[in-house]
């Protein structure tokens, strides 16, 4: 299970004043996550592929609270968030 300490570690965020909005992130995450694989992120069974997608969903919508970016060029990492994913995904017709 991913709690909020673990979350703010892995932001490298060490004080309280954003507490509330990480765990709206980290809670957006999970759900997010918990959709695309069908699966209960929470689990004690959760891969850890599937944990390290949510933490970094989690940090980039903390980072990148707006839909779009000005005045900077995005790209996308190599191996990143969808590939962590890929093999626990939850094809539905």
């Not at 599937?50 to 790209?75: D, P």
Request: hydrophobic share 50%; with cysteine.
């Amino acid at each position: 299970m991913i709690t909020l300490e673990a979350a703010k570690a892995h932001l490298n965020v060490t004080t309280d004043f954003d507490d509330v909005l990480i765990q709206q992130k980290l809670d957006a995450a999970k759900a997010w996550v918990g959709s695309y694989t069908a699966g209960d992120v929470d689990a004690d069974s959760a891969p850890a592929p599937v944990l390290e997608a949510v933490l970094q969903l989690c940090g980039h919508l903390y980072e990148n609270r707006e839909a779009s970016l000005v005045g900077v060029t995005a790209s996308s990492l190599p191996f990143g968030m969808l590939d962590l994913l890929c093999p626990y995904r939850a094809f539905a017709f």
